[in-house]
């Protein structure tokens, strides 16, 4: 992946990081990028598959083929849904690029910012829930911790209900 800017977007699957996903298509990949997903499951006991296996260092890069194999996404405990699908098919069509999953377990927080560094990426793109600032000061932002601790460019996506 040398020479090539690595895109990184965080998804959960969720419509806010649908909609991140879809800004950084539209907006920032170009022809020739690494389109990287960024995902995090939460930290637990993992008694089989892939997640076992992976658990400390984060999932091998997934290519797109896979995310629409049902059966090896099982193995990762992650389900891409039909719409994001088909944003990331209808962008590697259009455009000239490798769109990739890297999966985490663990504090999202943490590991969005440890795969900036260890992919590494480009920059990342990340939506954020609107959350009020009471469920903010409780639950902490990972947009937030992202902004202020990662090592390359951030670019968050609010999302808004009315528009």
Same mark, same amino acid.
């Given at each position: *992946? !040398?020479? $090539?800017?690595? =895109?990184? =977007?965080? =998804?959960d699957f969720s419509p806010c990081s649908k909609k991140a996903l879809k800004w950084a298509v539209d907006n920032l990949v170009r022809d020739g990028d690494h389109l990287i997903l960024v995902t995090i499951r939460p930290e637990g006991y993992?008694? $089989?598959? $892939? *997640?076992? /296996?992976?658990? @400390?260092?984060?999932?091998? /890069? &997934?290519? /797109? %083929?896979? /995310?629409? !194999?049902?059966? *090896?996404? +099982? #193995?990762?405990?992650? +389900?891409? !849904?039909a719409e994001t699908l088909d944003i990331l098919n209808t962008a590697a069509s259009q455009k000239d690029i490798v769109v990739v999953m #890297? &999966?985490?377990w663990g504090d999202a927080r943490e590991k969005i910012c440890e795969a900036i560094d260890k992919i590494p990426l480009s920059c990342i793109v990340i939506g954020n829930r609107g959350l009020g600032k009471i469920k903010r000061a409780i *639950?902490? %932002? @990972? %947009?937030?911790? =992202?902004v202020n601790t990662a090592s390359c460019p951030v670019t968050v996506v609010k999302n808004v209900d009315h528009e």
């Open positions: *992946m !040398d020479g $090539e800017r690595r =895109v990184g =977007v965080a =998804v993992y008694e $089989e598959g $892939e *997640m076992q /296996l992976w658990e @400390v260092t984060g999932s091998p /890069l &997934i290519p /797109l %083929s896979e /995310l629409s !194999d049902l059966s *090896m996404m +099982k #193995k990762y405990g992650v +389900k891409p !849904d #890297k &999966i985490y *639950m902490g %932002s @990972v %947009s937030n911790y =992202v």
